[in-house]
């Protein structure tokens, strides 16, 4: 595996990818933010502050069920009550999150016109497709490992360690 390349969005991108995403998502008038565990769960508290909406998250990474699987019945019957939920991501890579987290919500009846998701980077090579991104990458020709502001601060090893989980995302 060649050298991998490290990128930082830096903080005003944050900023400005928010407001991207927010004014995208006005029209569609969401009524609660989901933020999905880890990379999700920042973006989705400065959409809240931007958009004066509630925030929810989800959390599959940590493997605990009543911070992830569990909470999926009461969105999707969020969804059959009415409600628009915005999930947001950092990025979709793969789209294994999205994929997984459409077909949960599916399995629980949830209103699927009800739901969108939002994140600030977009793999246009991914399996899924987002409803709102701030900016469009091509994973057949960029390989790089990004690197959010809230992952800035871990040491270089936990970086090195979540770019090398899933190689072939960037080789």
């Known amino acids: 595996?060649?050298?991998?390349?490290?990128?930082?969005?830096?903080?005003?991108?944050?900023?400005?990818?928010v407001h991207a995403i927010a004014d995208a998502a006005a029209h569609w008038s969401p009524t609660l933010l989901v933020g999905v565990?880890?990379?999700?769960?920042?973006?989705?508290?400065?959409?809240s502050h931007r958009m004066g909406l509630?925030?929810?998250?989800?959390?599959?990474?940590?493997?605990?069920?009543?911070?992830?699987?569990?909470?999926?019945a009461p969105?999707?019957?969020?969804?059959r009550n009415g409600e628009r939920l915005l999930l947001v991501e950092d990025i979709n890579d793969t789209g294994g999150t999205i994929g997984t987290l459409r077909a949960a919500l599916a399995a629980h009846d949830a209103?699927?016109?009800?739901?969108?998701?939002?994140?600030?980077?977009?793999n246009i090579r991914s399996g899924q497709r987002t409803d709102y991104?701030?900016?469009?990458?091509?994973?057949?020709?960029?390989?790089d490992w990004f690197v959010f502001p809230w992952?800035?601060?871990?040491?270089?090893?936990?970086?090195?360690?979540?770019?090398?989980?899933?190689?072939?995302r960037i080789a």
């Open 133 to 143: 991104a701030f900016r469009a990458i091509d994973r057949d020709v960029t390989k």
């Open 54 to 72: 509630p925030t929810v998250s989800i959390d599959h990474s940590s493997g605990i069920a009543a911070f992830g699987a569990d909470r999926l």
């Open 37 to 47: 565990g880890r990379g999700g769960l920042v973006p989705a508290v400065y959409l």
């Open 1 to 17: 595996m060649s050298e991998i390349v490290f990128t930082h969005l830096p903080h005003e991108d944050l900023v400005a990818g």
């Open 75 to 79: 969105l999707a019957a969020l969804t």
């Open 151 to 168: 992952e800035a601060v871990a040491p270089k090893a936990s970086i090195d360690h979540d770019a090398a989980e899933v190689p072939e």
């Open 111 to 122: 209103r699927a016109d009800n739901i969108r998701f939002a994140v600030l980077l977009d």
